[in-house]
DNA sequence: AATGTAAATAAGAATATTATTATTTAGCAA
DNA sequence: TTGCTAAATAATAATATTCTTATTTACATT
């Protein structure tokens, strides 16, 4: 998702274009791997940034509500990433090293999109997980 | 799934059957609505089942990771329902109200599985949840 | 440019969730 | 039955996340 898509998508939800709020969109889109809300905080007093950590999170759960960010729930917290529209995929973790995989996510997810529509709902994001065992992880790989 | 089912998974993978995990099970199999860990937690405390709410929030844990129970994320935190192998749904969240609808998640997740097992994963449970606004929050229903 | 207003922030309090460690227990095997 | 051992629990302590409220800010409109 591209600078300019998120802007628009902000200001058409009637949400304001806050120094805090700009600054967050700004590690998202030049960072990439995937952030947790402490790591966003961290990154932006590096850079001198003034803002609280609650104020990360409560943007980092905006935009995951937009749609504009995917979360990802690992055991360790959750982290967050730029959805790709382009590119719409689900993640696999793995429960013991928490490596994260990407698999296409297309059909699939438009089969469910329809049907919650059909329930009446508008959609504004979604979240699939699927957890196992990597295959290090299963051969007991230490440096997994 | 049936109480059968449950032990024979715990047994299979290795896990006791404490006294304390014996009373969860119990709540999650007598209890038609989800629950999250701290509303088990009450309802053992009402049994007089003495119980740390730790303990409680593990065993949940370790019943997502094997399969035995699907988790929902909440605003207001996480939520937990017996997996129906013989239904098995994705839930449409509304982020206004909280209200969860299960739609049918067949064929979505055997393509999404089918991808994880190539990738390498033994494969333990899965996650699917889509977020949106219900009909009634959509136009402003208070009562929703 | 000044103003009104809804939205956003900061600060600190409150919850929810997870980790640590010493002690206890289930279930197997002698 | 008794003892053994890995697994599980309880009791903190530590983190992660969310809420509350007073104050500040973006930005639309004058």
Do not use: W
């Not at 409560?58 to 979360?71: F, H, P, S, T």
């Amino acid at each position: 998702m591209s600078r300019q898509q998120l802007l628009t998508r902000l200001k058409t939800k009637g949400y304001k274009l806050t120094q805090q709020r700009q600054q967050i969109l700004e590690i998202l889109l030049t960072t990439t791997s995937r952030l947790s809300a402490l790591e966003v905080h961290r990154l932006l007093q590096k850079r001198q940034v003034k803002i609280s950590l609650d104020t990360v999170y409560r943007n980092l759960r905006l935009l995951v509500e937009i749609g504009a960010l995917q979360q990802i729930s690992l055991q360790s917290g959750a982290v967050y990433e730029l959805v790709q529209q382009d590119q719409l995929h689900s993640h696999v973790i793995c429960v013991d090293c928490e490596k994260v995989v990407c698999i296409p996510a297309g059909p699939a997810l438009q089969n469910s999109m329809e049907l919650a529509g059909a329930a009446g709902f508008t959609i504004l994001s979604h979240n699939m997980e699927i957890y196992g065992r990597c295959s290090g992880c299963s051969n007991n790989n230490s440096d997994c």
